[in-house]
């Protein structure tokens, strides 16, 4: 039971590393104190209404940086 446990902790701290090393820049250096990237969209959600079948569409999400850090978007999918 306490390898159990000695295994767990190790996992756990392993994890919080792998997440404190993902928010540095991809320079290597890190955000200063008080400087953070702040995502401001408009709306998360467009409504087309009725569309006939075959119709095609396009909406652009107006996406801003607020922060005084860089915006870094690696990704993004439709919900």
């Known amino acids: 039971m306490k390898t159990v446990k000695t295994i767990g ?3 756990l ?3 919080l590393l ?3 090393g993902a928010q ?3 320079n290597g250096q890190s955000t200063p104190s008080g400087a ?3 995502l401001v969209i408009d709306s998360f959600t467009h409504d087309f209404g009725e ?3 075959g119709t095609p569409l ?3 999400f107006k996406v801003k940086n607020e922060g005084k850090a ?3 978007i690696n990704s993004v999918s439709p919900g």
């Open 9 to 11: 902790a190790l996992v």
């Open 13 to 15: 701290v392993a994890l």
């Open 18 to 20: 792998q997440i404190a």
């Open 24 to 26: 540095e820049k991809p």
């Open 36 to 38: 953070a990237p702040i």
């Open 51 to 53: 569309v006939k079948a």
């Open 58 to 60: 396009r909406f652009a």
């Open 70 to 72: 860089d915006l870094v």
